[in-house]
């Protein structure tokens, strides 16, 4: 009998970071002397990082500093999705950044249709918000790895579950 080898292809980040680059971010807002005046508040929640300054200007910078302590702590700047600004009382501004974790269902069938069609001994098979992919041959998932790792998706993929 015949062994498959199989993997997941995942959509996660470690929210630990993800707390820890929050923490930095608001510890240099407070001591950047551009920044320190404005009164901003990021508030991490279970699904998004709510971001209260008072403009849109400000808004940039703090985006600026969270994509670059996000970058250090080996987070994917994709996790992150921009609402749009909305104004808040007091001539403030308000932003939703919302946590993109998982993967969709239109993108776990664009994932198992790009699959089938430039690998044709190969399964993939959706279950939840991951896909699991299974073959033969170890060299084939590895080239299914590094196939997936060129193509452009709106998400950051982790491959995990590799036995």
């Known amino acids: 009998m015949a062994s498959t080898y199989s993997f997941d292809v995942v959509s996660d980040f470690d929210r630990q970071e993800l707390v ?9 807002i ?3 002397y ?11 929640g279970e699904e998004a990082i709510v971001v209260n300054t008072n403009s849109e200007f ?13 970058a250090k702590r080996n987070l994917s700047l994709k996790i992150f999705d921009y609402g749009k600004i ?6 403030r501004v308000r932003q939703e950044i919302k946590l993109r974790k ?11 249709k790009l699959i089938r069609d430039e690998f044709k ?8 918000d991951t896909v699991r992919i299974s073959a033969k041959s170890k060299d084939e ?5 590094q196939r997936l790792k060129q193509e452009e998706l709106p998400v950051a993929l982790q491959f995990t579950n590799y036995r």
């Open 20 to 28: 820890n680059a929050v923490d930095q971010t608001v510890r240099e």
């Open 102 to 112: 998982g993967i969709s269902s239109e993108l776990g069938k664009q994932i198992s």
């Open 121 to 128: 001994k190969v399964q993939a098979s959706i279950q939840g």
């Open 58 to 70: 400000t808004l940039d910078a703090i985006h600026t500093v969270l994509q670059t302590k996000a």
């Open 141 to 145: 998932l590895q080239d299914i790895i």
């Open 86 to 91: 909305e104004s808040a009382s007091g001539n």
């Open 30 to 32: 407070k001591s950047r």
């Open 34 to 44: 551009d920044l320190k005046d404005t009164n901003t508040t990021l508030d991490l």
